[in-house]
């Protein structure tokens, strides 16, 4: 993996749990590991860690490390397949990840915009 600040180690963590590839109770790699897999410093993923814990997300116990919360916020089942689907279409498509995420930006802006 690419080096990274604490907030995009934090949002892969949070990515792999809102997307269900990680779920209640399983255990994540030690800090130590997340800095070496990610190539930042160790304070920076202990940071990453220290931002999931407070939100939620995580729970450190002790010797049992650090795992998923029993319960972490995650999407509905059914918008995990309809987004697994429109990254395979857009894969296909020969489009980029940044250009999906700024669509789909654009498109959750202008269905919330306030009238």
């Known amino acids: 993996m ?3 600040t604490a907030e995009q ?3 892969h ?3 792999l749990v809102l997307a269900g590839r990680i779920g209640a109770g399983e255990r994540l790699p030690t800090v130590r590991q997340t800095a070496r897999d990610f ?9 990453a860690y220290r931002m999931l814990e407070a939100e939620g997300t995580i729970v450190t116990r002790g010797a049992a490390g650090t795992r998923v919360a029993d319960q972490p916020s995650a999407l509905p089942g059914g918008v995990i397949a309809k987004l697994r689907a429109a990254v395979e279409d857009a894969k296909a498509a020969g489009t980029s990840k940044a250009e999906v995420l700024n669509a789909l930006q654009a498109i959750w ?3 919330h915009e306030q009238p």
């Open 109 to 111: 802006d202008a269905e």
């Open 13 to 15: 963590f949070r990515g």
């Open 2 to 4: 690419s080096e990274g």
């Open 9 to 11: 180690v934090a949002a």
């Open 39 to 47: 190539g930042v410093a160790l304070g920076t993923a202990a940071r």
